[in-house]
C-alpha cells in the first residue's frame, strides 16, 4: 500500500493528554482556504490558536490531576509532512476524584452526511468526577455545561487562520487505495464541514492498547 494520499490545505491537529498513565490523545481535522505548505512555525502558531478555546472549554471541566500537555498541528498537503508543537502543561481545574482510566466523555463532530456508526467522535479524557450524576452519565447540568463550552469552542476554532488562510474544522473520510499501480491510486476522500460538536449524555470506553509483553502482567 502507497503512502497517505496528500490533501491541499488539510492539516491534522493532535491534543495530547498528560496525568494517566498512558498517553491520551484526541485527534481531528481542520481545512485552510489555502493549497498548505506551511512551516512548522506557522503550524505552531495555529497549534497555539486551538489549544486557547479548548483549554477554554475543558480545563474547567477537567479533572485536577489531568492537564492539556500540547497540541500539534501536521500539514497533510505535501510530502513535507511538516509539523508544529504548542507546548501546554495546563491543569484541569475540576475534581480531584479519581476517574477510570478507560472511560470519557463522548464528543460528536456532526456533519451533514450519515454513515452506518453515526458521525465521527472523540473521546475526552480524564474529565472531572463533579460532571457525573451517575457512574456512566452526565448530569443535566454537566452536559449543559460542556455543550455550552464546546459551542463556543468550535465557533472560535473556525475564526482561526494560518498564513492568512482561514480554517474550519471538517471530517476527513479516507477511502483507501484504489490501485496498487503502480502508480498507486486512490478514492477521492471525501471532506465534510464539522457542524457541531454534540456531547452525548452517556459515557464512552478509551480502548487502551497494551504492548505484547505487557498484557499478562
Not at 35 to 63: C, F, H, K, Q, R
Not at 83 to 110: C, F, K, N, R, W
Request: negative net charge; contains cysteine.
Amino acid at each position: 500500500m502507497g503512502a497517505f494520499p496528500y490533501q491541499p490545505g488539510l492539516i491534522r491537529c493532535i491534543i495530547t493528554y498528560s496525568g494517566d498513565r498512558d498517553i491520551a490523545q484526541n485527534s481531528f481535522y481542520l481545512l485552510t482556504t489555502g493549497l498548505g505548505g506551511y512551516t512548522s512555525a506557522e503550524l505552531a502558531t495555529l497549534a497555539g490558536e486551538i489549544d486557547g478555546p479548548w483549554d477554554v472549554a475543558y480545563i474547567p471541566n477537567m479533572a485536577s490531576y489531568g492537564a492539556v500537555a500540547a497540541v500539534e498541528c501536521i500539514d497533510m498537503s505535501t510530502d513535507l509532512g511538516a509539523s508544529g508543537i504548542y507546548e501546554d502543561g495546563a491543569h484541569g481545574t475540576g475534581s480531584a476524584t479519581l476517574v477510570p482510566a478507560q472511560a470519557a466523555i463522548v464528543m460528536d463532530l456532526e456533519e451533514g452526511l450519515r454513515y452506518r456508526g453515526g458521525h465521527p467522535h472523540v473521546m475526552l479524557p480524564l474529565f472531572s468526577y463533579s460532571l457525573l450524576a451517575t457512574d456512566q452519565v452526565l448530569s443535566d447540568a454537566g452536559l449543559a455545561e460542556l455543550q455550552g463550552a464546546f459551542d463556543t469552542c468550535l465557533t472560535t476554532i473556525n475564526e482561526a487562520t494560518i498564513s492568512g488562510d482561514h480554517v474550519h474544522m471538517v471530517n476527513f473520510h479516507y477511502r483507501a487505495v484504489e490501485s496498487e499501480g503502480p502508480p498507486v491510486t486512490y478514492k477521492a476522500p471525501i471532506i465534510t464541514n464539522v457542524n457541531s460538536l454534540q456531547i452525548q449524555p452517556v459515557l464512552g470506553t478509551i480502548r487502551r492498547r497494551v504492548r505484547r509483553g505487557e498484557r499478562h502482567r
